[in-house]
């Protein structure tokens, strides 16, 4: 085991014991490796789960995290804490916690399998966890499509990675430039709504740009632009503008202008479809006019050469 930067090697079957709760996690295999350290997925006396090795300041702050995000109820912000506990063990004593495994395809996944018209319907949950998340004192700081899970069916978006959550009024301690205002030079990185909301925003142009490119000499500008390009985004488009100025000052008013907007586009559509729907039933009624005089014709037809048939039999048998 590799214990240098909290850089974790534990191979498949390993049990982890807990010192102080006797609880014992058999490994199943590596989830993920992150700044702040390693998580696996492990059996336990629940079932699967998830277990992070880390620092102990580091593992102070999620845990604290976490039970800010059960305090809510009915929320699906983070996974649930299930543990925190030590492992003895030949390398010395490591903090641990354990966490319910949340399931289900990444965001970006999600999105290139169902389509992007459920970019505003989640964006709409994210916005909504985070107005949740404000209110508790906390800023997620590092949002991107990879700490985003989609579960369900009911399909419901749930952060997974809470290593970059920050208290509020804080230096954001970790981000990835793409989502971070102070790469694209928008703003700081102080921990406040409007970092998150910049970087909620980010989120859906990464859903239409996978490719992520970098940033140029506009800035901004660059950004409000590709918004602009992507006839996906169009209808969120002035909402995703005003998070990328920093325009809003919560989660809930980003979340109540972008419900109106997508409520709007789908007023747009309904006549649209109305009228196609007409069409398609004029359409069906004109077949099937067509198809019985058809029918009636060809009755006809046939009559007319019975009784033909029928005069000529007699004439030959009169004459």
């Known amino acids: 085991m590799n214990t240098s930067r909290n850089q974790f090697n534990i191979g498949r079957g390993t049990v982890i014991h807990g010192k102080w709760h006797s609880q014992a996690y058999l490994v199943e295999?590596?989830?993920?490796?992150?700044?702040?350290?390693?998580?696996?997925?492990?059996?336990?006396?629940?079932?699967?789960?998830?277990?992070?090795f880390s620092n102990s300041l580091s593992i102070t702050a999620e845990m604290n995290v976490l039970k800010a995000f059960a305090k809510v109820q009915g929320s699906s912000l983070g996974p649930s804490l299930l543990d925190a506990d030590d492992w003895e063990s030949g390398y010395g004593v490591q903090p641990f916690y354990?966490?319910?495994?949340?399931?289900g395809p990444t965001l970006s996944?999600?999105?290139?399998?169902?389509?992007?018209?459920?970019?505003?319907?989640?964006?709409?949950?994210?916005?909504?966890?985070?107005?949740?998340?404000?209110?508790?004192?906390?800023?997620?700081?590092?949002?991107k499509p990879d700490n985003l899970i989609v579960s369900g069916p009911?399909?419901?978006?749930?952060?997974?990675?809470?290593?970059?959550?920050t208290k509020m009024g804080r230096a954001i301690k970790e981000y990835t430039e793409?989502?971070?205002?102070g790469y694209w030079r928008a703003g700081s990185r102080k921990a406040e709504p409007s970092y998150d909301l910049f970087a909620a925003a980010m989120v859906a142009i990464n859903l239409v740009?996978?490719?992520?490119?970098?940033?140029?000499?506009?800035?901004?500008?660059?950004l409000e632009a590709k918004v602009r390009q992507k006839k996906e985004l169009q209808a969120i488009a002035p909402v995703l503008i005003k998070a990328l100025q920093g325009k809003y000052s919560s989660a809930s008013a980003m979340r109540t202008e972008l419900l109106v907007s997508l409520n709007s586009e789908t007023k747009k559509k309904e006549p649209v479809n109305r009228r196609s729907a007409v069409r398609k039933n004029n359409g069906r009624a004109i077949y099937k006019q067509k198809r019985k005089?058809?029918?009636?014709?060809?009755?006809?037809?046939?009559?007319?050469?019975?009784?033909?048939?029928?005069?000529?039999?007699?004439?030959?048998?009169?004459?």
Not at 178 to 181: I, L, S
């Open 109 to 143: 996944a999600f999105i290139r399998m169902r389509g992007s018209s459920w970019i505003g319907v989640l964006l709409l949950q994210l916005l909504e966890n985070l107005q949740t998340l404000h209110e508790a004192g906390w800023i997620f700081g590092d949002i």
């Open 293 to 319: 005089e058809r029918g009636l014709f060809t009755l006809a037809a046939v009559l007319f050469i019975a009784v033909v048939y029928v005069l000529y039999v007699l004439t030959e048998l009169l004459i």
């Open 209 to 222: 740009y996978p490719e992520r490119f970098s940033r140029n000499e506009e800035g901004i500008k660059q």
């Open 154 to 165: 009911p399909f419901a978006l749930r952060c997974i990675d809470v290593g970059g959550t």
């Open 29 to 52: 295999r590596l989830l993920g490796r992150g700044a702040t350290g390693t998580v696996y997925l492990v059996n336990g006396p629940d079932g699967a789960a998830a277990l992070k």
């Open 98 to 103: 354990v966490m319910e495994y949340i399931q």
């Open 178 to 181: 793409f989502f971070d205002r």
